[in-house]
């Protein structure tokens, strides 16, 4: 299906989402001069009283909520705290128009549509007027029955009835005298590797098993000390995941340790917050004049896999202000298959360093050994869709191409059905085009492999194509014989991806044959 939320937001059309001409990169409203990132961090940290409640937490009611809901005085709510975001507004990359549709309302949902993975806790902090009443309606306690009194058989309270008891994962355990064994079954097929991460650390074992849109989760300090290696053993036709951990002493163990927040949950996905941890930078490799693979090694006791076409989150502390940024991970090559061991789960970032950011400079900045908080993977892209397809094409604008990448040696490599793949590659100039050589080579070596750029600000020594994306070029980029089955995958700059989308439509492709890469 295509990553668009139905209602989209930002507006279609709205400065949010169209680039001026000429602009390539990210998609933002042209801000007064003072009014960037860094601005806005040293103006919350000013002292300044942004509330207008004189440093007062008070609790709102959706009464009160709702009458600041104007450009002067301008209040929002998301996942229960109340911010008064009036002095934000001049500094809102999305504009004042975006900003104003969540005024006086819960923005939650807007919110989570672009920017679920910003720290609005942090950027924020100074704007926080104070928590959401929750309150019930008179008339509905009217009509509510008394409570049952108390007894030790009744059922825990929820706030939401739970899924489908017999579609539930459970998990079990078992010991030998030297080693732990923890069993999740998943009472469904597992779909990929991706889809198991186990962090240990200071002997606190969290496991999260992914399953489709849901999220299982185990979440224990373990009850005695064990070694920080860990063997994890997934058997995916018939949904059984195994993990192993060796004790520092022997002898049996009385319980597998004691439950922590969240301990064997089974919540939708997009409602857990992202988990950080703690990643090493081991190496740093230019690409071009401006762009890099940063190399991250995990913590010893972390196992996990990001699955091709998802994406993690960098976390990074700029000027006292948390900072999270999403990136797309590469293949150390290529070509090469990555190795999926626990013993070479480095993580590869391609990221293009934008002087007047506000992570990636700091990024630029470390050295090796320097450490960096990574999320685990985040995405909605599935390989199912790919399972029929003879002919895919990938459509990529500057660092867009990121996701790209291991699409291109999984079809290659892995997805003999598809018989061509073909990367028409968006760039300003020759010199930004990311990993030139490496594709001209697999194209000469590859025959189920095509790829062509397009250039906007071409030399006069430039032969290929020019421009912008149209509908000729499309056309005249993708065939679809007569019984081929095709799959269109787009990713670049916002205004990029929307016009690419809306030719392809034009062209005849469907929801069901498209994904947009988002964010």
Same mark, same amino acid.
């Given at each position: 299906?295509?990553?668009?939320?139905t209602?989209?937001? @930002?507006?279609p059309?709205?400065q949010?989402?169209?680039? %001026?001409s000429?602009?390539?990169?990210?998609?933002?409203?042209?801000?007064? @001069?003072?009014?960037?990132?860094? /601005?806005?961090?040293r103006?919350?940290k000013?002292?300044?009283?942004?509330?207008?409640?004189?440093?007062?937490?008070i609790?709102v009611?959706? $009464?009160e909520?709702q009458?600041?809901?104007? #450009?002067?005085d301008?209040?929002?709510?998301?996942?229960?705290?109340?911010?008064?975001?009036?002095?934000?507004?001049?500094?809102?990359?999305g504009?004042?128009?975006?900003l104003m549709?969540a005024?006086?309302?819960?923005?939650?949902?807007?919110?989570?549509? +672009?920017?679920r993975?910003?720290n609005?806790?942090?950027m924020l902090?100074e704007c926080?007027?104070?928590r959401?009443?929750?309150?019930v309606?008179?008339?509905i306690?009217a009509?509510l029955?008394?409570?049952p009194p =108390?007894t030790s058989?009744?059922?825990?309270v929820?706030?939401?009835?739970? =899924?489908?008891?017999?579609?539930? %994962?459970r998990?079990?355990?078992?010991?030998?005298? +030297?080693?732990v064994?923890?069993?999740v079954?998943?009472?469904?097929?597992?779909p990929?590797s991706?889809?198991?991460?186990?962090d240990?650390?200071?002997g606190v074992? #969290?496991?999260?098993?992914?399953?489709?849109k849901?999220?299982y989760?185990?979440?224990?300090? *373990?009850a005695?000390e064990?070694?920080g290696?860990?063997?994890?053993?997934?058997?995916?036709?018939v949904?059984k995941?195994?993990?192993t951990?060796?004790?520092?002493?022997?002898?049996?163990?009385t319980s597998?340790?004691?439950?922590l927040?969240?301990?064997?949950?089974?919540l939708?996905?997009?409602?857990?917050?992202?988990?950080?941890?703690?990643?090493?930078?081991v190496?740093?490799t230019?690409?071009?004049?401006?762009t890099?693979?940063?190399?991250?090694?995990?913590?010893?006791g972390?196992?996990?896999?990001?699955p091709?076409?998802?994406?993690?989150?960098?976390?990074?502390?700029?000027q006292?202000?948390?900072v999270?940024?999403?990136?797309t991970?590469?293949?150390?090559?290529?070509?090469?298959?990555p190795?999926?061991?626990?013993?070479d789960?480095? *993580?590869y970032l391609?990221?293009?360093?934008?002087?007047?950011?506000?992570?990636? =400079?700091?990024?630029?900045?470390?050295?090796?050994?320097?450490h960096?908080? +990574?999320s685990? @993977?985040e995405?909605t892209?599935?390989?199912r869709p790919?399972?029929?397809?003879?002919?895919?094409?990938l459509?990529?604008?500057?660092?867009?191409?990121?996701?790209?990448a #291991?699409?291109?040696? *999984?079809?290659?490599?892995?997805?003999?059905?598809?018989?061509?793949?073909k990367?028409?590659?968006?760039?300003?100039r020759?010199?930004?085009?990311?990993?030139?050589?490496p594709?001209?080579?697999?194209?000469?070596?590859?025959?189920r492999f095509? &790829? $062509?750029?397009?250039?906007?600000? =071409?030399?006069?020594?430039?032969?290929?194509?020019t421009?912008? &994306?149209d509908?000729s070029?499309?056309?005249d980029?993708?065939s679809?014989? /007569?019984?081929?089955?095709?799959? &269109?995958c787009?990713?670049?700059?916002?205004a990029?991806?929307?016009i690419?989308?809306?030719?392809?439509?034009q062209?005849?492709?469907t929801?069901?044959? *498209?994904h947009?890469?988002?964010?």
């Amino acid at each position: 299906m295509l990553n668009i939320p139905t209602q989209a937001f @930002p507006a279609p059309g709205s400065q949010q989402r169209v680039a %001026p001409s000429g602009q390539s990169g990210r998609n933002k409203v042209a801000l007064k @001069p003072g009014h960037s990132l860094m /601005d806005w961090i040293r103006f919350a940290k000013s002292g300044k009283d942004l509330t207008g409640l004189r440093g007062r937490l008070i609790e709102v009611t959706q $009464e009160e909520l709702q009458k600041h809901n104007t #450009r002067e005085d301008c209040w929002t709510c998301i996942r229960g705290m109340v911010y008064n975001v009036t002095p934000y507004m001049d500094y809102h990359p999305g504009g004042e128009e975006e900003l104003m549709k969540a005024a006086g309302i819960d923005g939650t949902e807007l919110f989570d549509q +672009v920017h679920r993975w910003v720290n609005y806790e942090s950027m924020l902090k100074e704007c926080l007027v104070g928590r959401m009443a929750t309150k019930v309606p008179k008339a509905i306690k009217a009509v509510l029955p008394p409570p049952p009194p =108390p007894t030790s058989l009744a059922p825990p309270v929820s706030v939401a009835p739970p =899924p489908d008891k017999d579609s539930r %994962p459970r998990y079990d355990w078992f010991q030998t005298d +030297v080693t732990v064994h923890l069993v999740v079954y998943a009472k469904r097929k597992i779909p990929n590797s991706g889809c198991t991460i186990v962090d240990l650390e200071a002997g606190v074992l #969290r496991l999260e098993v992914l399953l489709g849109k849901m999220s299982y989760m185990i979440h224990l300090r *373990l009850a005695d000390e064990v070694e920080g290696n860990i063997s994890v053993h997934t058997s995916f036709s018939v949904g059984k995941i195994q993990v192993t951990i060796r004790k520092q002493g022997k002898g049996k163990w009385t319980s597998l340790g004691q439950p922590l927040e969240f301990h064997n949950t089974f919540l939708r996905k997009k409602d857990r917050a992202p988990h950080y941890r703690d990643c090493v930078l081991v190496s740093k490799t230019e690409v071009n004049h401006n762009t890099y693979v940063f190399r991250l090694q995990l913590p010893r006791g972390t196992v996990r896999h990001v699955p091709v076409g998802q994406h993690v989150y960098l976390k990074a502390n700029i000027q006292d202000m948390e900072v999270v940024r999403p990136y797309t991970p590469v293949d150390q090559s290529l070509s090469a298959a990555p190795n999926n061991s626990s013993q070479d789960s480095d *993580l590869y970032l391609m990221i293009k360093v934008y002087p007047d950011g506000v992570l990636t =400079p700091h990024l630029n900045s470390l050295h090796i050994g320097d450490h960096i908080s +990574v999320s685990g @993977p985040e995405g909605t892209f599935s390989l199912r869709p790919l399972r029929d397809v003879t002919h895919l094409y990938l459509l990529a604008a500057g660092t867009g191409f990121t996701p790209m990448a #291991r699409l291109i040696r *999984l079809a290659l490599q892995d997805l003999d059905s598809i018989r061509q793949t073909k990367l028409l590659f968006f760039n300003r100039r020759e010199e930004d085009i990311l990993w030139g050589c490496p594709l001209n080579e697999l194209a000469a070596n590859n025959e189920r492999f095509e &790829v $062509e750029y397009v250039l906007s600000e =071409p030399s006069e020594s430039w032969t290929g194509r020019t421009g912008r &994306v149209d509908e000729s070029m499309l056309k005249d980029f993708i065939s679809r014989p /007569d019984g081929s089955k095709g799959y &269109v995958c787009v990713c670049g700059p916002t205004a990029f991806t929307e016009i690419t989308i809306g030719l392809l439509k034009q062209q005849g492709f469907t929801e069901e044959e *498209l994904h947009a890469f988002q964010g």
